[in-house]
């Protein structure tokens, strides 16, 4: 049962535009979300998170968005750059007998074309 | 410098072989874990570790073995009786009271 889900595998677009990344959970207990993005044969680094309490938190060129009634989040990138095409993972936290352990969906792979 | 220090890069190993990959943190995180990369699937939990000499089963456990004798370390042993063995492996790593982990470099394990 995939809790943490993003929908679309990849997404291309161009620089200076707006990249849009979306998220869909199913667990209402999560309490708390991330964005990773990671580059082929590294680790993912910490991107941006958000608290269940809040709906929206930003930081520089990205904020994300959290929608707890219809269980979305989104993550936007504005202005995209070349240097942004990596994959971005979404991950939750939470949840009964929360452990710390995060949840991640599938990944979206990013192109952004000079 | 503190991080979380994965070795191997790469790794080759023959079939019916077991494998151990390293971990190593100087950050004083508590907790570790060990997940697995394949294409279209994500990150999954394979084991993790809350204290020195606990640890649990993650969401795919079967084929994998773990041991936490130091806080700093936190080994994956990958059995001959994982079948499909070949991944990217992550280490990382988080203090008790925080969300956020600290990822080492990954793994590249190759079955041969």
């Known amino acids: 049962d995939q809790q943490v889900k993003q929908n679309s595998p990849s997404l291309s677009v161009q620089e200076g535009r707006i990249s849009i990344l979306n998220c869909d959970y199913t667990?209402?207990?999560?309490?708390?979300f991330l964005w990773y993005k990671k580059y082929p044969a590294e680790g993912p680094t910490f991107l941006i998170s958000?608290?269940?309490?809040?709906d929206k938190n930003e930081d520089g060129r990205f904020t994300v968005f959290l929608n707890k009634s219809a269980k979305h989040l989104s993550l936007h990138i504005v202005p995209s750059q070349p240097g942004d095409s990596a994959v971005y993972f979404c991950?939750?936290?939470?949840?009964?007998?929360?452990?710390?352990?995060?949840?991640f969906g599938q990944g979206t792979t990013l192109q952004v074309k000079p | 410098d503190g991080g979380i220090t994965q070795s191997p890069k790469y790794l080759f190993r023959k079939e019916g072989q077991n494998v151990t990959l390293s971990c190593e943190q100087n950050?004083?995180?508590?907790?570790m874990y060990w997940y697995r990369q394949d294409p279209g699937q994500g990150l999954r939990l394979i084991y993790y570790?809350?204290?020195?000499?606990?640890?649990q089963k993650g969401d795919i456990a079967e084929g994998y073995s773990v041991s936490r004798e130091k806080k700093e370390s936190f080994p994956l042993t990958v059995t001959s009786a994982q079948k499909n063995p070949t991944a990217f492996y992550l280490c990382?790593?988080?203090?008790?009271?925080?969300?956020?982990?600290?990822f080492g470099s990954g793994t590249r394990l190759t079955v041969v």
């Open positions: 990382a790593s988080k203090p008790v009271f925080n969300y956020g982990y600290t």
């Open positions: 667990n209402s207990m999560f309490d708390y």
């Open positions: 958000i608290s269940s309490i809040k």
């Open positions: 991950a939750a936290s939470g949840g009964s007998g929360n452990t710390g352990k995060l949840i």
């Open positions: 950050l004083n995180h508590d907790a």
């Open positions: 570790s809350q204290i020195v000499n606990d640890f």
